[in-house]
């Protein structure tokens, strides 16, 4: 199949886009920071309380996503997003409700375990059965949804809650997962059919060519990228959910935080676009080594930003790094080891993202708590960040990229 003209696969491709951009991937961790300080001054908690809700979330998403990824390879991607997105709608709807800090945990529980179902597991399984030749770029559009969600989720949330408050704020949020996200994927989302069968069928449960998740694991290739982007979603999930306090902190208006947390969606949808065309010409590890070093320059100026200028730099910086993770991870692990546990093997890759998310927006709440500042937190995980793009930069080149048979990988040690 390739990225053009057919009816089919172009309605697939938009209905993943507007699903992503709604999903937990975009909604949730893009707008988190613009709750976290009315929903901390309204109940009297602490950053690293209010934050908690984040990391728990994230840890349930690092817990579920290898059973979700099982489940998925299994029945089919529209058998297990339709529920998820269902479950997250009414999770998200009912914060709108919350009066105690346990119902705030508890939701945010909720969201995690469903969180994966209605992002980055299933789309990608679903655009990667239909696009081959052209999969990165296929996989840059439909992650461009999530890219666009960080651009308008953080002014969005802001003047939903200006105008009518943060309770108010999360049932329109709720009320949009169900227009963009349910519906269309209701309608048009569905895995290819495979080769010998008709384009007019789409069983829900295909076989795609590829190595099992045990096979996976026993590669090297499986354990850099586990390592890689652990570090990077520690450092990037730990800015991206402090960025609009750690700014408003040092003075900059909080109108003017919100426009740097849409510049970061800005050239995160940027560098994505750009990633998704160069994956399909350039190697892909090199590639994503470059993107994150520059990411992490950015955080890096973000972590003593005092003015609009510097703020606009490090988050225009930060952007356009961070737009490369969501495109090479899954093409990576389609390429290196096929579909035929694509989802799987995505879901243990994203435990260890999850895992290193959940640490990150922690570990900046207590840096603040303690130090009463974002300054050493946010350059500690800089480091981290380009040390990770550093192990990144060690994975095998010989990556088919015509074809959806997998990469024959040394093992792991």
């Given at each position: ?25 975009s ?45 998925t ?70 992650m ?17 809650i ?57 590669s ?68 994503t ?15 003593s ?57 922690l ?51």
């Open positions: 199949m390739t990225f053009g003209a057919p009816a089919r696969p172009a309605l697939v491709l938009g209905a993943s886009v507007l699903g992503i951009f709604v999903g937990f991937g909604l949730v961790i893009f707008s988190f920071g613009v709750f976290l300080k009315p929903v901390s001054a309204e109940f009297g908690w602490t950053r690293t309380q209010a934050s908690l809700g984040f990391t728990l979330a994230a840890l349930t998403v690092a817990a579920s996503s290898p059973f979700l990824g099982r489940i390879d299994r029945i089919g991607p529209r058998r297990v997003l339709l529920p998820c997105v269902s479950v997250y709608a009414a999770a998200l709807a009912a914060l709108a409700f919350v009066h105690s800090l346990a119902a705030y945990y508890a939701l945010y529980i909720a969201l995690g375990l469903v969180g994966n179902g209605t992002a980055h597991l299933c789309y990608a399984r679903i655009v990667s059965s239909w696009f081959d030749r052209r999969r990165g770029a296929a996989l840059a559009t439909v461009a949804g999530a890219a666009a969600g960080a651009i308008l989720m953080p002014p969005l949330a802001t003047a939903l200006a105008h009518f408050g943060w309770r108010s704020a999360y049932l329109l949020l709720a009320a949009s997962v169900v227009t963009l996200g349910l519906l269309p994927a209701a309608l048009f989302v569905h895995d290819a059919p495979t080769r010998g069968q008709g384009s007019g069928t789409s069983p829900s449960h295909p076989r795609h060519p590829g190595v099992t998740g045990l096979s996976a694991a026993r090297s290739a499986f354990w850099l990228l586990l390592a890689g982007f652990f570090l990077f979603s520690a450092s990037v999930n730990g800015c991206v959910a402090h960025l609009i306090p750690l700014l408003t902190d040092r003075s900059i208006t909080a109108e003017t935080a919100a426009l740097a947390a849409s510049l970061l969606g800005i050239f995160t949808l940027a560098g994505r676009l750009l990633t998704g065309a160069l994956l399909d010409r350039l190697p892909a590890p090199p590639l080594t470059g993107f994150f070093t520059i990411a992490a320059i950015g955080v890096a100026i973000l972590s930003a005092h003015t609009r200028d510097t703020a606009f730099l490090g988050a225009s910086l930060t952007g356009l790094g961070m737009g490369a993770e969501a495109d090479v991870l899954p093409y990576l692990i389609s390429r290196y080891f096929g579909l035929r546990s694509f989802t799987e093997i995505y879901g243990y890759a994203f435990t260890s993202y999850a895992i290193a998310g959940a640490l990150g927006p570990l900046m709440g207590w840096g603040f708590d303690e130090w009463h500042s974002y300054l050493i937190p946010t350059r500690i995980l800089a480091a981290a960040m380009l040390a990770g793009a550093m192990i990144l930069a060690l994975l095998p080149r010989n990556i088919p990229t015509n074809s959806t048979e997998p990469a024959t990988l040394p093992l792991a040690a």
